[in-house]
């Protein structure tokens, strides 16, 4: 019988218990995968390639608060600047839901389709969208979740704005970071509220990713010191500052997460104390017959880091599976657009896993280590 043989037998001679084990830390890792991937989707929001190009420039003091549409002039004339159009969150309700996950926002279709760098009409024709001051330009997602087609209408009632939106499908997007919004007229905005004279915030494309930081620079000192400041960033800020508001939500992941390993360290911890405590005058036997202490505590080790691994392995793989095959914007109502399992994070779960599984053994191997033979051979099964 060769070493690894008689570990696979040791391992395997309560297949009840082996199983339990493995069910158990595949459970952990699966569960410590999809909460690793989690706290992914909600900290590391994606980026396109064009977002290196484009700023959004909003009010200094607060999102909420807006910005006079008297500033467009000012912006277009700074150097480096290639588009800019008001982009005005609207915020609305589709139909009878209560929640919307895609977002509505009102543009300047003319200037607007210089900002669309990566994506492109599928469906419809662009042209018709910027003649017609009711129609909107929809996310190919949207359009599949809704079993929408163009020349459909879609209905919005306000909640940050006091008015409705009925607006008809011209366009359909597709090829972006995000495929799910809609994009209305700035001016319907404006007739439907009264005109107001402001917008929500600017969003801008620059001729260079070099000319970006000159450019928010001299945005940022165009309004210094005037009634509405501005506060322009990149794109990838703009986002990472939405990001900064979970930050709660962030620890909580890691607390949980934190839980998940201590756990696994119980289940691996236990199942090994209990293996190798009914097997205490077999290890005294084997002292006896002349295996050196370090080759009954690598007996050990491996025993519970193969059970660990296999566990691991299995957990790790049926979630990477599970949030590939399933449809994540069906399944949560369009909350996240994706749910990678990235490579990182199935090698960190891994690690972990493994490393659980070696520290587990560690006290149970010690103790078969300081073991005497005489002992040994007097411990009761």
């Known amino acids: 019988m060769t070493p690894w043989t008689f570990i696979l037998k040791n391992a395997l001679r309560n297949p009840r218990r082996s199983l339990l084990t493995v069910s158990s830390v595949a459970v952990s890792a699966a569960l410590l995968t999809s909460m690793m991937t989690l706290q992914r989707e909600l900290t590391v929001p994606p980026e396109s390639e064009g977002a290196s190009l484009r700023i959004i420039a909003r009010n200094k003091v607060s999102l909420v608060q807006p910005l006079p549409a ?107 970071v995000d495929d799910r919004g809609v994009f209305f007229h700035h001016k319907l905005l404006d007739e439907l509220t009264g005109d107001l004279g402001t917008v929500g915030t600017w969003y801008l494309r620059v001729e260079s990713a070099e000319k970006v930081p000159e450019v928010i620079s001299r945005i940022d000192g165009q309004f210094a010191n005037t009634a509405a400041e501005v506060r322009a960033e990149s794109e990838r800020a703009f986002q990472m500052g939405f990001v900064g508001m979970l930050g709660n939500v962030s620890a909580l992941i890691r607390t949980v997460n934190g839980v998940i390993v201590f756990t696994l360290a119980l289940v691996s911890a236990s199942t090994m104390s209990m293996a190798v405590r009914e097997r205490f005058r077999e290890m005294a036997v084997l002292k006896a017959l002349g295996y050196k202490r370090r080759d009954l ?72 280590g300081r073991m005497s033979v005489v002992s040994g051979l007097k411990t009761l099964d």
């Open 70 to 176: 008297r500033q467009l002039p000012e912006i277009e004339r700074i150097p480096g600047v290639v588009a800019v159009t008001p982009f005005t969150y609207f915020g609305g309700q589709y139909n009878d839901e209560e929640f919307t996950s895609f977002a509505q926002f009102a543009v300047e279709p003319r200037r607007f389709r210089s900002l669309l760098v990566e994506g492109r009409v599928s469906d419809g024709d662009y042209d018709a969208w910027e003649k017609d001051r009711t129609s909107c330009m929809v996310g190919r997602d949207t359009m599949k979740r809704y079993e929408l087609k163009v020349g459909d209408r879609m209905r919005f009632r306000g909640t940050f704005y006091p008015c409705d939106l009925d607006l008809k499908i011209a366009a359909v997007f597709e090829g972006t």
């Open 297 to 368: 505590l690598g007996f050990i080790l491996a025993e519970g880091f193969g059970l660990s691994v296999l566990g691991g392995a299995l957990g790790i793989g049926g979630a990477w599976a599970a949030w590939t095959l399933l449809d994540i914007q069906k399944l949560t109502g369009g909350i996240f657009i994706v749910f990678e399992v990235t490579p990182r994070i199935m090698a960190s779960a891994g690690l972990v896993a493994a490393v659980l599984g070696v520290v587990s053994s560690l006290a149970p191997a010690i103790s078969v």
